[in-house]
């Protein structure tokens, strides 16, 4: 198999982790990185040693140990190397439209085979280290997609003091909910309807600073 | 401590697992399954073993390997246990109100301390039986709020034919993104803000059968 970059939130073909100018050192972070993937999309957490990646990565084991410590540094330093690319939410032109294709990126890549998105998530209920970086993983994401929220105000579908993180939260919680959570199988209409969701939720003021009751 | 039932979905005072006519094997039951719970709380699932909930439950080890086989027996049947009482969700007579309550329950369980409903569901990622009863139990709760959905639409609050899974997976999912995936401090208007987030959606008509589109 081809090792690839975890790209939570972005279903792209996968492309190993990308090769930055700096030499010897940033060849072997790029080899380790996409030896841990290789090896945690076949074996998961649970099968993922030094060792193995090590060898699969061909890179000394004490080089491998000195660097990233431990199977949870490794983890770690994958999902900071994810936020290391160029990705940008959709532009669909359409505040729903933005939503929907976001949130099928999403179902992809929790989808995905081998499932390296979902590994790295199962993961950061093992490893304090794996969880940091997660968790830092989807700040950088959603803070990306606030971008989202600023096109709709400044078309004038959304009201000004709209608020983003929480838009995209009510936006894209129901997939994670169903896939990482509630583990149940896909469904091919969840991303447009959850999508959909978000977007008359905002339409009807609910993610504005004073949102209006539903006067039951 | 004393030991306590988990009761996802349910912060009310922790109580000992009920005690059901049968004898015996019912008080050998409640006694293993109040012991996981006391063992989960204090040291997490890398500390749960069978011998020390044997010996906390002060029953032969024998008896405790022979009737749950691993740990991942003993925290499916802590699971299952958990749907068998008389939980019904809130009747506010409103639904944001009835969505508002259920979602202040959910907050509670997620951050209560020791943090068992927590554990339980960071053991779900580790331990296949545990995961099929987490899921179980989470099947049965959903099953159980959908009288929340029938009754706003008795009310005339929502139109008929509203989809009511899909309602109450909305008004709850930012709460499990938020607190058990994102990890973020726990917000005091989080509750509020996503039942009041569904309301408006199912107002708008979100999720009946054929949805209106945001037309944009």
Redesign the interface.
Known sequence: MTPSAPRPDDPRPARPIRRRPGGRTARIRAQVLDAVLAELGEHGYDGLTMDAVAARADVHRATVYRRWGDVGGLLADVLDAASDDEWQPPDTA????DLAALNHEIQAALTAEPPIVAAL??AS??SEKA?RAQ?RL?EDRYARCEIIVTRAVRRG?LPPHTDAR?LL??A???L???L????TPPDPHLPD??A??????A?????TEF????G?
């Open positions: 359409s505040l729903e439209g998530i199962a209920f093992r969880d968790r989807w579908e929480r939260i009510a894209t919680a129901p994670y909910h169903h990482v959570l509630l583990r309807d959850a959909r969701t978000a977007a008359l939720a339409s009807a003021g609910a993610f949102p209006p009751t539903t039951t």
